[in-house]
């Protein structure tokens, strides 16, 4: 148990990039941390941390161990809470990413709920829009929009995100109010660039029988949801987003919706995570929390009633 300790507390201080802070999160004394980190480099007989009076800084040896270390831990922690007394009241730490406006307009206001419910999950939240590798960023799930490419993930279809096309009143009071997606081609658009394949993501209008690609002339491509919105806010073009990210501004009329007998294709909400390991007990209750969620805000939808409506 004092591998176990010192593993820990190592992993601790490089999180945090301090003795006295790593110690205070684990509820040890400075001098008990010192020792436990001094004790593993004894035993490993390398320098993992370089010390300063001001900070500490991670050796080459001591950032190639802690991605061991963390891994391990993750495990240990994995087993205690697979077992059946540990499995009813799920703890531990959780390492998720989540696109930005998902997290304040969806997640983090109905995590209070979530802490009431399994105070013993601590979790670190990532939040943004770029690719994440879920092995080598040490990350247990992710949840992103569109379809999963990495066909080694588990995927788990939690959502579908209805997508709605608008404008601000500046911008049409400007350039007019297209009355056809057709008209698109006289105006300036706002692209959303996937994280992957840093290409502007594209969408179908489909209205009954027609069907017309949205094309425009590029005014902007961002890469994160936020500045996406931010963007048409300010005025520069169309764009087509999610429901969810436009209805406070819809409400308040900072948004204008276009071509409202017209359909966009649902843009599927996934959470992903990595096959080879045992789903944890605090994945597994974060993972039907989130289905709940979803079913809030966003069901899956029957793919045949869509389309054929």
């Known amino acids: 148990m004092d591998r176990f300790d010192a593993m820990q507390a190592f992993a601790r201080v490089v999180e945090t990039g301090s003795f006295t802070k790593a110690a205070d999160t684990l509820h040890m004394s400075k001098t008990s941390v010192t020792q436990l980190v001094q004790q593993l480099e004894a035993r490993l007989r390398v320098r993992l941390l370089n010390r300063t009076t001001r900070k500490v800084n991670v050796t080459a040896d001591g950032a190639a161990y802690y991605e061991r270390v963390i891994r391990l831990l993750a495990d240990m922690d994995d087993a205690e809470t697979s077992l059946s007394a540990a499995a009813s009241a799920p703890r531990g730490r959780l390492r998720v990413d989540v696109p930005s406006p998902f ?159 017209w359909q966009l294709e649902p843009m599927p909400l996934y959470l992903a995570y990595p096959p080879n390991r045992h789903v944890s007990a605090k994945l597994r209750v974060f993972i039907d929390w989130v289905v709940e969620l979803m079913a809030q805000h966003a069901p899956v939808l029957d793919r045949r009633a869509t389309v054929e409506g």
Not at 169 to 191: F, K, N, T
Not at 225 to 239: C, E, H, P, Q
Request: hydrophobic letters at 45%; charged letters at 20%; proline letters at 5%.
């Open 103 to 261: 997290a304040s307009l969806i997640l983090i206001p109905a995590l209070p709920a979530f802490r009431e419910r399994y105070p013993e999950i601590q979790l670190d939240l990532g939040v943004s829009d770029r690719h994440v590798d879920l092995i080598g960023d040490n990350v247990d799930c992710v949840v992103r929009g569109g379809v999963i490419a990495e066909q080694s993930l588990v995927a788990r279809h939690v959502g579908d995100l209805r997508i709605g096309v608008y404008a601000a009143p500046g911008y049409l009071a400007r350039a007019g109010v297209p009355a056809h997606p057709r008209e698109l081609g006289d105006h300036q658009i706002i692209s959303f660039l996937g994280a992957r394949t840093r290409q502007a993501v594209s969408g179908v209008m489909r209205r009954g029988e027609e069907r017309i690609a949205l094309q425009g002339r590029l005014a902007l491509a961002v890469d994160d949801g936020n500045a996406y919105l931010a963007a048409g806010l300010a005025g520069l073009g169309i764009l087509w987003l999610p429901e969810y990210m436009a209805k406070a501004q819809r409400a308040s009329g900072a948004l204008l919706p276009l071509f409202e007998d």
